[in-house]
Nanobody, 123 residues
Framework: QVQLVESGGGLVQPGGFLRLSCVASGSIFSINVMGWYRQAPGKQRELVATITSGDSTNYADSVKDRFTISRDNAKNTVYLQMNSLKPEDTAVYYC?????????????????WGQGTQVTVSS
């Protein structure tokens, strides 16, 4: 079994910052792409940012120049530094990872999601 556990969400004023973390644990052989998605009330889940095992990054236009995704491969952890937060950034943020897991008979590639962490930007 593999689990993704997010932390770091909370309430912040507009213009403030937060740092989200997501740790993957379990029978992990390797991790390819890791990413962050978000879902605001009444809206579909949307991509925020992704990062490959080689540290190539991709961002949604709405967060470019404000958010930074990074990862620590030794700790199976991905981070999202969020600066200059806006009320429209309010959402539940989900961690996502494409993981090659260890099985008794070999390995298997699967996608996993965390349980989500609430980010609220409000004065």
């Amino acid at each position: 079994q593999v689990q993704l556990v997010e932390s770091g969400g909370g309430l912040v004023q507009p213009g403030g910052f937060l740092r989200l973390s997501c740790v993957a644990s379990g029978s992990i052989f390797s991790i390819n792409v890791m990413g962050w998605y978000r879902q605001a009330p009444g809206k579909q889940r949307e991509l925020v940012a992704t990062i490959t095992s080689g540290d190539s990054t991709n961002y949604a236009d709405s967060v470019k120049d404000r958010f930074t995704i990074s990862r620590d491969n030794a700790k199976n952890t991905v981070y999202l530094q969020m600066n200059s937060l806006k009320p429209e950034d309010t959402a539940v943020y989900y961690c996502n990872a494409d993981i090659r897991i260890r099985l008794f008979s070999g390995t298997s590639d699967r996608r996993y999601w965390g349980q989500g962490t609430q980010v609220t930007v409000s004065s």
